[in-house]
């Protein structure tokens, strides 16, 4: 067998860059958790001063330090020997505050959450079984939030507004279902956003809905926002003029059903806000490093969940807008557009 040495060399340094990532994924995830990155970006500092500053051990500091720089996550400067940490503005913005439209360390808490669940993932893809999102580590629920909340936060605004008429009824006050709604962010979102509307979330995930009521009241939006443990095929109420859906229809095993249950739940002038992972019909077009880290989510997530039902669907995460286009309209819905996109996600509104 001939071997292209160039060839080889580019795998390796593949390889090599995705270990380091691999690793370095934990190393994030110890800085979120120990306040390394806020400390940082409050003031540059050596080892010594960080680990004084954040109540941590000087010489762990000093490797995860210089791992962070080896990654570009942190910025070293070395003047008479000692060296320097700092964030620039930019690593700054990612890594410091949850509140930050870009805020990257809950993606990496996600991740690792998400990974506990190998041995059982590795025996669902030889049987053909499941693993149901309520069977994942405890770090997957926060991670999650953490991970889809920034992208929420610095775009709800507009996706709303490509909604035809919807900003507007906001304002003055309608009822809005928020299916599937996780942790709650995108219903506390919009409950501080258009605070003469009603919210009610609903998830199926129990847990889930005990820390929403939670992330509520530390909000101070419990006067307008509910939630109920419901899957998307059974939330109570009827007549909403909104009822979203936040990157979760994917995830079900009976999506048809869940778009069924909700063109009934809306009013008759109703508006359908479906967003989900940005994706192409065709998977060529998903080749690329945003479709690699929804594919890989997917298989460890939303496949598995969707496999643990009962309903025989399974979009998975890059499903792409002709699948959903089919789910919608095979629901009864008459009108479905895509209305807003962003490097990582899709927003499509739909009508009865």
């Known amino acids: 067998m001939a071997i292209d040495t160039d060839k080889l060399n580019e795998f390796l340094g593949r390889f090599v860059t995705d270990l380091g990532a691999t690793m370095a994924a934990g190393n994030i995830v110890v800085g979120h958790r120990l306040g390394l990155y806020r400390a940082l970006g409050e003031q540059p500092a050596t080892a010594t001063q960080l680990a004084h500053r954040t109540g941590t051990d000087p010489r762990y500091v000093a490797e995860w330090l210089r791992g962070q720089a080896a990654g570009g996550y942190v910025e070293r400067t070395v003047d008479g020997g000692e060296e320097t940490y700092s964030l620039s503005e930019e690593q700054a ?81 309608i009822r809005v279902a928020d299916v599937g709604c996780g942790l709650g962010a995108s219903s506390v979102l919009m409950a501080q956003k258009w605070p003469a509307s009603q919210i009610s979330g609903s998830d199926y995930h129990g847990g889930s809905i005990e820390l929403a009521r939670k992330r509520a009241a530390e909000a101070g939006v419990t006067d307008r926002v509910t939630f109920e443990t419901a899957g998307a095929q059974t939330f109570a109420g009827r007549d909403y003029d909104l009822v979203t859906t936040f990157d979760c229809l994917h995830d079900m095993g009976d999506p048809l059903t869940a778009a069924r249950h909700i063109r009934q739940s809306l009013a008759p002038d109703g508006t359908w806000m479906i967003v989900e992972p940005f994706a192409q019909d065709d998977p060529s077009g998903n080749q690329n490093p945003v479709g690699r880290v929804y594919y890989n989510f997917s298989t460890f997530l939303c496949l598995p969940n969707a496999m643990s039902q009962p309903g025989g669907y399974t979009l998975g995460a890059q499903a792409g807008e002709a699948a959903i286009r089919r789910v919608v309209t095979d629901a009864g819905f008459t009108r479905f557009a895509r209305v807003a996109e962003t490097p990582f996600n899709l927003v499509y509104e739909a009508r009865p």
């Not at 890594?95 to 669940?117: E, I, M, Q, R």
């Not at 499941?130 to 405890?138: L, M, Y």
């Open 93 to 173: 913005l990612c890594l410091t505050s949850p509140d930050n439209p870009v805020y990257a360390p809950g993606a990496f808490l996600f991740a690792l959450g998400t990974l506990k669940a190998e041995p059982r993932i590795t025996e669902a893809v030889r049987t053909g079984g499941g693993v149901g999102w309520h069977e994942h580590d405890a770090d997957v629920f926060v991670g999650c939030e953490q991970f889809f909340r920034p992208g929420y936060l610095g775009n709800l605004d507009a996706w709303i507004g490509s909604l035809d008429g919807v900003e507007e009824k906001l304002r003055s006050g």
